[in-house]
């Protein structure tokens, strides 16, 4: 099968100077598509006042290609990329509640939460929260050995992404005012450049 029809999951991060008003225009991006977004984060990046969305969705990368290149037209977006999950280092964190009586008395869930790399984060006399970190096929193996002690509640964060080969946006930027002409050359030169100096 051709790799390009094929769906599977796509990282896609995006720099942008600001987030305000963005979310939404990201938003309509997607819906106008039809497209599910599995997992959304945003949070500051490595260059001071520039920002990092990082979006999950499942898609071929035909598609995930054209909504980059649509991402990247709005005003405040620097950069897009996007990356398959082989190509990135990614994380999401999860908490459970659980009550704090079965805890006690199962022995073996406390070994079971050690296993998992889980931790108590609140300790109260009615339930214990425990955290993790990992995949999500690992954060939903747990949810579904809780399930049969009582598991009160359950979520999961958003993902958290690096790219592999990456030297960060930081390094881009540098390069870009290294390259960038002096104002006696014609504009397009920069624009041939431009591709070079932003590609990953």
Do not use: C
Request: proline share 2%; net charge negative; glycine share 4%.
């Amino acid at each position: 099968m051709d790799s390009n029809i094929e769906k599977k999951e796509y990282n896609i991060t995006v720099y942008t100077e600001n987030q305000i008003g963005l979310l939404n225009r990201i938003a309509i991006i997607f819906s106008r598509r039809k497209l599910n977004v599995e997992s959304l984060n945003t949070s500051p990046s490595e260059v001071e006042s520039i920002h990092r969305f990082n979006i999950v969705i499942n898609e071929t990368e035909d598609v995930v290609k054209k909504v980059a290149r649509q991402l990247e037209k709005q005003v405040e977006v620097l950069k897009v990329y996007f990356n398959t999950n082989e190509d990135v280092i990614w994380q999401e964190l999860a908490l459970y509640k659980v009550p704090t009586d079965i805890i006690a008395e199962h022995v073996s869930v406390e070994r079971l939460l050690r296993e998992y790399g889980a931790r108590a984060v609140v300790i109260r006399k009615d339930y214990t929260v425990f955290e993790t970190t990992g995949h999500r096929e690992e954060t939903d193996a747990l949810v579904e050995v809780l399930q049969q002690y009582g598991l009160i509640e359950f979520v999961r964060s958003a993902r958290v992404a690096i790219i592999k080969d990456s030297d960060g946006f930081h390094a881009k930027l540098r390069e870009f005012e290294r390259l960038e002409p002096g104002e006696d050359v014609i504009e397009n030169e920069y624009l041939n450049k431009g591709q070079k100096v932003f590609t990953m």
